[in-house]
């Protein structure tokens, strides 16, 4: 296997390389999974992430090293219990209690079959082999690509990766801080080593957000490591 050029740097000068998964990024045991790289989070969408349109790029280059590519993809029905428009007097960011726990409420965002639901138009992964979607059940959110937020309810991703032995995963899109970390923690649940690449990922960072994941994530086991480790 090549050395990343990082990894031979830091040999070099006699710096402390990051330890990495075996079969580093390229092994048939590697996928790289791309979340919700959309026109809505991203600039001009309904839910723009700040600064979301720097992860294309990255992304585009991070996919060529990879045997296996997933996307995901947010995708409401118009009337989802999500959106702040479906419940009088409250306003997008505030929270509420649902059935299944506490709601963030977003602004009407990712409607299926509209344009700000559409994969961002600079992404290019043409061998990214699935496509999972999800939020699509009005009564429910999904920011995690494995679960919907019951915690119950799979989206199929587990199953997926399972029967092509896949056991490394590489999360990378958008945002860091929700559909990035709920996936990261439920892939570590499920058994799954995983790195998040950070400089492939932007936040919302709503109210620390952010550090919080960031924090639950080193916790739980994922690895934080740069496009530079892997490229």
Known sequence: MRPSRRAFLSALAGLPVMAAFPGW?????GALI???VQKCFTEGGTLAVPR?????????????????VVLTQDWHTADHVSFAS?????????TIALPYGRQVLWPDHCVMGTEDAALHPGLAIPGAQLIIRKGYNRGVDSYSAFLEADRTTPTG?????????????????LATDFCVAWS????R???????????ACRAI????????AWAEMTAAGVRRVQSADIV
Do not use: K, M, W
């Open 34 to 36: 791309v979340i919700d």
């Open 25 to 29: 990024a390229i092994g048939p045991e």
């Open 86 to 94: 479906q419940h009088a007097g409250q306003r997008p960011f505030e």
């Open 205 to 212: 960072d709503l109210q620390g957000s952010l550090d919080r």
């Open 157 to 173: 991703l587990e199953g997926y990766l399972r029967l092509r032995r896949i056991t490394q995963l590489y999360l990378c899109g």
């Open 52 to 68: 979301g349109d720097e992860v294309v790029p990255v992304i585009n280059t991070l996919a060529r090293r990879f045997a296996n």
């Open 184 to 187: 990261a923690l439920d892939a």
């Open 189 to 199: 649940r499920l058994g799954f080593e995983v790195a998040v690449v950070e400089d």
